[in-house]
C-alpha cells in the first residue's frame, strides 16, 4: 500500500557531505513520524535521526550538529544532510515512516525503505 524510496547514498571521503532523501508513496492520508536509521556490518540498527509531523527533532548523540533531519509535507518526503562525514558513519541507512493509510478505518502502519549504502573512507 505505501512504499518508502531511499536516495542519494554513496560513496564520499572523511569530511565529505551526502544529503539522503526518502520518498513515500502510495494509499497515504498523512505522513507523522519519519526518521532515519542505519546499520553497519556486525552492528544492530540504530536510530540516526527523527522528526514529527510538527517538525520536532531528535538525533543520535553520536550525529549531533553533523547531521540534519528535515521533511517536505506536500511531497512526503524526508531528507537527512550528512555533513562532516567520518568512517564510522559507513552503514546501510534505512528511512522509516509512521503512515495513516487511506482506509476505510484511516490506520496507522509503519514502514521501511529498502536502504542505501553510505560508505565514508578515510
Known amino acids: 500500500q505505501v512504499q518508502l524510496v531511499e536516495s542519494g547514498g554513496g560513496l564520499v571521503q572523511a569530511g565529505g557531505s551526502l544529503r539522503l532523501s526518502c520518498a513515500a508513496s502510495g494509499s497515504i492520508f498523512s505522513i507523522n513520524a519519519m526518521g532515519w536509521y542505519r546499520q553497519a556490518p556486525g552492528k544492530q540498527r540504530e536510530s540516526v535521526a527523527g522528526?514529527?509531523?510538527?517538525?520536532?527533532?531528535n538525533y543520535a548523540d553520536s550525529v549531533k550538529g553533523r547531521f540534519t533531519i528535515s521533511r517536505d509535507g506536500a511531497k512526503n518526503t524526508v531528507y537527512l544532510q550528512m555533513n562532516s562525514l567520518k568512517p564510522e558513519d559507513t552503514a546501510v541507512y534505512y528511512c522509516?515512516?509512521?503512515?495513516?493509510?487511506?482506509?476505510?478505518?484511516?490506520?496507522?502502519?509503519?514502514?521501511w525503505g529498502q536502504g542505501t549504502q553510505v560508505t565514508v573512507s578515510s
Open positions: 522528526i514529527s509531523s510538527g517538525g520536532r527533532t
Open positions: 522509516n515512516a509512521d503512515v495513516v493509510v487511506v482506509t476505510n478505518r484511516l490506520a496507522e502502519y509503519n514502514y
